[in-house]
């Protein structure tokens, strides 16, 4: 059965990665003023990033450091959410992942999970909106202990790293049980085209992962013409830094 996270929203998926900061507007990524503005857009889908800070508050951060965004080279995990929050002024504002789910109730998120240490965070927070929020990571151990500290709640769910590495060679190998075993328990397989040289996305691995009931979204596709072009291979979403120019492209 389709989980509610992916149910009555407009199809192709739009996921706005890390919100949306436009060029010139003096708002980083994943601030609260991304995540607005990404909303103002139409934006059912944000795609954001979870840390800890130390005084354990889960937070919206892509980085391991503070340093591309604020120049600080401490860690997230280094420093206390009023010290964040004193950064990120006149940068768009920190969001904590509780200020985020409360402050757009209509928003799905979808949500990588960094930091090993803000997991179980991430499970307790997202448990009472477990309708409207995909946990994912690149880590298949950190998904599986947000996943585990969110129960009895279920929210969707895609893979990491290494399940993904296996369901692409499953696929490239036509090892269907193997690829349909791997997908089990998946609601969407977030993916890259290509990791390196390895062709990541093919029309057989969209072929099995529909037949296994999952969706393919495909990250980060800021063309619209390349927007397209997948729509047509039968994707099921783009995860883009253009929103605003996905909807205009996919669903308007």
């Not at 790293?161 to 969407?188: H, K």
Request: include cysteine.
């Amino acid at each position: 059965m389709t989980h509610p996270y992916l149910r009555g929203a407009a199809h192709p998926r739009v996921l706005a990665h890390r919100g949306l900061a436009l060029p010139g507007q003096h708002v980083e990524e994943n601030s609260f003023a991304a995540i607005a503005a990404a909303h103002a857009a139409g934006a059912v889908y944000v795609e954001s990033d979870c840390h800890l800070t130390a005084d354990g508050h889960v937070v919206l951060f892509h980085d391991d450091t503070l340093q591309r965004v604020t120049g600080d080279p401490r860690a997230v995990a280094e420093v206390t959410l009023r010290e964040l929050e004193q950064q990120m002024e006149g940068r768009g504002g920190v969001a904590t992942l509780t200020q985020a789910l409360e402050s757009f109730p209509d928003t799905r998120f979808n949500l990588d999970v960094k930091a090993a240490g803000a997991a179980i965070g991430v499970g307790w927070i997202v448990a009472e909106h477990a309708d409207r929020v995909l946990v994912t990571s690149f880590s298949d151990e950190r998904r599986r202990v947000a996943l585990e500290a969110a129960h009895p709640a279920r929210p969707a769910t895609s893979p990491g790293s290494r399940t993904i590495a296996r369901l692409v060679a499953s696929v490239a190998a036509g090892l269907r049980p193997v690829a349909m075993r791997l997908l089990t328990g998946l609601d969407a397989l977030q993916i890259p085209e290509r990791q390196g040289a390895i062709r990541v996305l093919t029309p057989r691995l969209i072929r099995w992962a529909h037949d296994a009931g999952v969706e393919v979204h495909v990250w980060t596709i800021n063309d619209p013409q390349r927007m397209r072009e997948l729509v047509a291979m039968g994707v099921d979403g783009v995860v883009t830094d253009r929103a605003d120019v996905a909807l205009e492209t996919l669903t308007r």
